[in-house]
């Protein structure tokens, strides 16, 4: 039976300015324990068992005018509670999310400010919250994440774009994809930021996740090396001097900023830090704490939000064959691109950059060989939405006139791109652009974004983000291990919420033979690969990367692509271990579909499917050839009858497979 087991010890504790108070907070389990102490300032430590995750840790609030949050103050009144409750979640890995956690809320005097602790089976989770009547400035916030060792950790360095100011500040210009340097946390480079999710590896198999979540009017996150074993946070400050620039004119570019990080109103809940402890590497494929933490949707009717797939012509250059006209950004192009989806059951096909004039930041100049309005009624006999993509400052410098002309004439959606930036005004322009293209029925790709932090709560019709570093990256990265880190992003990055790696290569090569082409790309891995990463990767707004004459040639490939859904009833991470492998199983109606994939070692798995409770089914298996090791795109197609709860499986290098499995 779980039960709530908060300990308010108050113990007098000779400290130069009085007092020191302690509060013990537990999860329901038991097993995660929370103290924080309130003396001179605010520290917390957890424990999960007997194991320390996090030293004493100070964590405050510094303000314009000399006020931190944090330092000195006194305990007003203490606040307990027990939630136990179930979420419905639209548009997710799962219909259902349980949210049991215990909380602490600590008011203090004078200073206007509470801060709220909550302790859930699988993590930790606080806040500041301010109650003064006029607006605040936020010089810095304070956190900082104390380790008893020199673990390990999976960082995410920032690439940062070339930008005004100190390199520290340079860092704040970015698009957030960046592979992982596994690196103990002595040896982290001072110098350069790191962005979130972060996984710290601890000892006895413990994994740590460190995240925000509800970032709304507030910068986010960043972390550096600080004294010891320790991370601190860093934000991005407010931009002061902004100036039309960068990616073919689609972007603002900071040229000098203030010194603070955000004026906000007195009166608000501050963002979550939160933490996801683990000690066992599956339980990270299916953890939900940012949805948990992330502020209810404020779209009362969402029965309009149609996630899918969608045909993407970018990544393959527009290439076409047999056609008779030049495939290129024309209507004949995405006519065709438009048969091809309505043919094989694609929902959207996507208009990436080259429709609208280039240079111009302008969504209302469209270049002459498209014709929009025609595109649009094409698709609509068809029953093929269009979602149009476009540069962030192209979108905010006209937003109202630019969701409501394309609604009108019939567009569903944007992908938005280039923000490159978290800080305060750009966070605020996600929240605009969600509830401007909610209101005008459109939904929303993020693309050059940072990590989700649950605005697909807050508002549904926000499917996807990119905020990785993604199939894209083979189109000119000779130098990338795609394999290996699309074994390590379950486990961090996909532990925030989906995202956009637009996978579906139909040229799959083995790490000998890969190169990077931009124009005619190909993976790294199998075919299987590909394939499994429909069902690995949480992704409700779905790109197929390649061009329809590849998938026309491989017809079997698209039928399973086509088949898999975006969303499902339920998600249930069978088996894994990080960096290595990933096996796990999402069930839609009475299908359940498996995906696994394998870092460059060949695999043989033995797949438990007792977790499915599979009374007699038939199981579709798409898996690696014979000669897959050699040549990715070989694959094969097997019938197997469920006689038991076991399956297993061999995977080639850098090897996939699915199963598709019918009660």
Request: proline share 3%.
């Amino acid at each position: 039976m779980r039960k709530l087991l908060i300990l308010l010890l108050i113990v007098g504790i000779g400290r130069i300015n009085g007092i020191c108070e302690n509060y013990e907070l537990t999860s329901p389990d038991g097993r995660i324990s929370v103290t924080i102490n309130v003396g001179e300032d605010v520290r917390y430590s957890v424990m999960h068992d007997s194991t320390v995750i996090i030293n004493e840790s100070a964590i405050s609030m510094e303000l314009e005018d000399g006020t931190i949050l944090g330092v000195n103050g006194l305990v007003d009144k203490v606040k307990n509670k027990t939630v136990n409750e179930d979420i419905r979640a639209y548009f997710y890995k799962k219909t259902t999310v349980k949210n049991s956690y215990n909380e602490l809320v600590i008011n203090f005097k004078e200073n206007f400010f509470r801060l709220t602790f909550r302790v859930f089976d699988d993590g930790v989770a606080y806040r500041f919250s301010t109650t003064f009547k006029n607006p605040i400035v936020v010089k810095k916030e304070n956190v900082n994440y104390c380790f008893d060792d020199n673990y390990l950790a999976y960082i995410p360095y920032v690439n940062a774009r070339k930008g005004e100011g100190d390199f520290l500040t340079q860092q704040f210009f970015t698009s957030f994809e960046s592979q992982y340097t596994i690196d103990s946390i002595s040896n982290m480079d001072t110098e350069r930021l790191a962005f979130t999710p972060l996984l710290i590896s601890m000892k006895e198999g413990k994994k740590v996740v460190l995240l925000e979540a509800d970032l709304e009017d507030y910068p986010g996150t960043f972390f550096r090396k600080g004294e010891g074993n320790s991370l601190v946070a860093v934000q991005s400050t407010y931009p002061k001097v902004e100036e039309q620039g960068g990616h073919n004119m689609l972007q603002l570019v900071v040229k000098e900023r203030e010194d603070y990080i955000a004026k906000v109103k007195g009166t608000r809940d501050f963002p979550w830090r939160a933490m996801v402890i683990s000690d066992n590497d599956t339980d990270l494929l299916n953890n939900d704490m940012v949805y948990k933490l992330a502020s209810p949707s404020r779209i009362k009717d969402v029965s309009w939000i149609k996630p899918g797939k969608v045909a993407w012509e970018w990544w393959n250059n527009w290439n076409l064959t047999g056609v008779d006209f030049k495939p290129g950004v024309n209507n004949d192009t995405y006519k065709y691109y438009m048969d091809f989806a309505s043919d094989n059951g694609i929902e959207y096909i996507i208009l990436d950059e080259g429709w609208a004039v280039n240079g111009q930041a302008d969504l209302f100049q469209i270049v002459p060989e498209i014709d929009l309005a025609e595109l649009v009624a094409y698709g609509n006999e068809r029953n093929v939405g269009i979602v149009l993509w476009a540069g962030y400052y192209a979108i905010d410098r006209d937003m109202e006139h630019v969701c409501k002309h394309y609604s009108k004439m019939g567009i569903k959606g944007f992908k938005v791109d280039f923000m490159d930036r978290d800080d305060q005004k750009v966070v605020d322009f996600y929240y605009r652009m969600a509830a401007m293209a909610a209101k005008y029925n459109l939904f929303i790709d993020f693309h050059g974004a940072y990590k989700p932090t649950g605005l697909s709560r807050t508002y549904p019709n926000v499917l996807n983000f990119e905020g990785v570093y993604g199939l894209e990256q083979s189109k000119w990265d000779n130098s990338t291990e795609q394999v290996n880190y699309e074994c390590m992003i379950p486990f961090i990055r996909m532990v925030a919420g989906s995202m956009d790696y637009t996978q579906g290569a139909m040229d799959n090569a083995s790490r000998e033979d890969f190169k990077a082409i931009y124009d005619n790309p190909m993976s790294q891995g199998t075919r299987c690969r590909q394939l499994a990463e429909y069902v690995v990767f949480e992704s409700p707004f779905c790109m197929l990367c390649d061009s329809p004459s590849k998938y026309m040639q491989n017809q079997n490939c698209v039928e399973l692509i086509a088949a898999i859904p975006t969303i499902w009833d339920e998600t249930i991470a069978l088996d894994s271990k990080l960096g290595e492998y990933v096996v796990i199983a999402r069930r839609w109606g009475d299908t359940w579909y498996i995906g696994a994939i394998t870092n460059w070692d060949k695999r043989t798995l033995e797949i438990d499917l007792s977790k499915l409770h599979i009374q007699n089914g038939s199981c579709r298996a798409f898996v690696d050839g014979p000669d897959a090791n050699e040549y990715g795109s070989d694959y094969k197609i097997t019938d197997l009858a469920i006689k038991s709860n076991k399956v297993t499986v061999n995977l080639a290098s850098g090897g996939g497979v699915v199963l598709v499995i019918s009660n």
